[in-house]
C-alpha cells in the first residue's frame, strides 16, 4: 500500500490495525453471509483484474480511509492500493481518495463494507468540523459522548479526532459522572462524591450532573473536578460559567447542535459535548467508480 508523500504533515495519530481489523472481518462476513458474493462470483471469471477508484462525491472531513481500505486488503492480501488523501484532511467534491488494483471480485464484494465506513466516519468528522468552528471563536472544545453506535465507539470517537474535536469518556471505566439517578440512588450528591473518593484511584477525576446553582454550588464545595450543566437555559449557563469560574471545569450538554452550538460556547463554558455527533451526523457521499477500459 503507497503512502502518500506529505502523510507525516497529517496531525491525527492514526489507530492500529489491531483495534479495527478484527470489526471489519465482522462486517466482511455480515454482507458475504453463508455462500459469498453470489453476484460477482457468478458473472465475472476468476481472472478478472480491475481498477476502481474511491471518490468524494460531496465535500467534507476525510476520516476511517485507512479503516475503509482494509476491507479489500482483508479479502485479499495481494490486492494493490493507492492511498491519495489522509485522515483528518478536508476534500472537494470529486476528489480520489485511493485507488484500488486487483481481482474484480474482491473488489466489487468488499466495497459497500468498505463505502459504509468511510461514509459514516467522515459524516462524523465533517459534522464535528462544523461544531468545532461554531465553537471556537469562544474557545471552547468540542467533546463527544458515549452516544456512539454499538460496536463502532472506537472508530467513531477517532473521527470526532478526525474532525477536530476531542473525546468524552470512552466508557463507564474511564471517570467517574455522577448523575441524577446516581444523585438519587446513594442518598445525595455528597454521599455519592465521598464514597466515589473512597472507591476509586487517585488519577481518576470526578465529574457531576447538575441542573440548578444550588446544585452546582454543592459540587463546587465537594471539590469535583468537572460540572455538566445539563440542558440549562442560556441566562443560567451564563451564570453556572460565572459561578464555577476558576473553581472547576464546566461541559454544556443537551440537544446541542449546529444551531445551537454558537449561543451555547458565547456562554463562556470550556467544553460543549454533543451526542449529536456520532448518533445524527449525516454520512458523507463517498463512491467507488471503475476504470473502464
Known amino acids: ?18 483495534l479495527y481489523e478484527d470489526f471489519v472481518r465482522r462486517a466482511l462476513a455480515e454482507d458475504l453471509g453463508r455462500a459469498g458474493d453470489l453476484t460477482s462470483d457468478s458473472t465475472l471469471p476468476p481472472g478478472v483484474q480491475a481498477e476502481a477508484r474511491m471518490v468524494a462525491r460531496a465535500a467534507g472531513r476525510i476520516a476511517g480511509l485507512p479503516i475503509a481500505l482494509a476491507a479489500f486488503r482483508l479479502l485479499d492480501p495481494a490486492i494493490e492500493i493507492e492511498v491519495r488523501a489522509e485522515d483528518g484532511r478536508d476534500v472537494e467534491a470529486g476528489t480520489v481518495l485511493a485507488v484500488v488494483r486487483g481481482a474484480a471480485r474482491t473488489i466489487l464484494s468488499a466495497e459497500r463494507t468498505a463505502l459504509n465506513l468511510l461514509g459514516q466516519l467522515s459524516g462524523v468528522a465533517t459534522a464535528t468540523r462544523e461544531l ?7 474557545g471552547a472544545r468540542v467533546v463527544c459522548t458515549r452516544k456512539t453506535t454499538p460496536g463502532m465507539r472506537t472508530l467513531e470517537k477517532y473521527a470526532v479526532r478526525c474532525g477536530g474535536g476531542h473525546n468524552h469518556r470512552f466508557g463507564l471505566d474511564d471517570a467517574i459522572l455522577i448523575k441524577d439517578n446516581h444523585r438519587a440512588l446513594a ?5 455519592a462524591v465521598v464514597r466515589a473518593r473512597q472507591t476509586v484511584g487517585h488519577l481518576v477525576k470526578i465529574e457531576v450532573e447538575v441542573e440548578t446553582l444550588a446544585q452546582l454550588q454543592e459540587a463546587i464545595d465537594l471539590g469535583v473536578d468537572v460540572v455538566l450543566l445539563d440542558n440549562m437555559p442560556l441566562d443560567l449557563l451564563r451564570q453556572a460559567v460565572a459561578l464555577a469560574k476558576g473553581k472547576c471545569l464546566t461541559e454544556a450538554s443537551g440537544g446541542i447542535n449546529p444551531r445551537s452550538a454558537a449561543a451555547v460556547a458565547a456562554t463562556g463554558v470550556d467544553m460543549i459535548s454533543a ?7 449525516p454520512a458523507l457521499d463517498v463512491a467507488l467508480d471503475v476504470v473502464e477500459g
Do not use: C
Open 187 to 191: 442518598g445525595g450528591l455528597r454521599a
Open 132 to 138: 468545532s468552528a461554531l465553537a471556537a471563536p469562544y
Open 1 to 18: 500500500m503507497s503512502v502518500p508523500a506529505d502523510a507525516a504533515a497529517n496531525p491525527v495519530v492514526p489507530l492500529y490495525p489491531i
Open 275 to 281: 451526542g449529536y455527533l456520532t448518533h445524527s451526523a
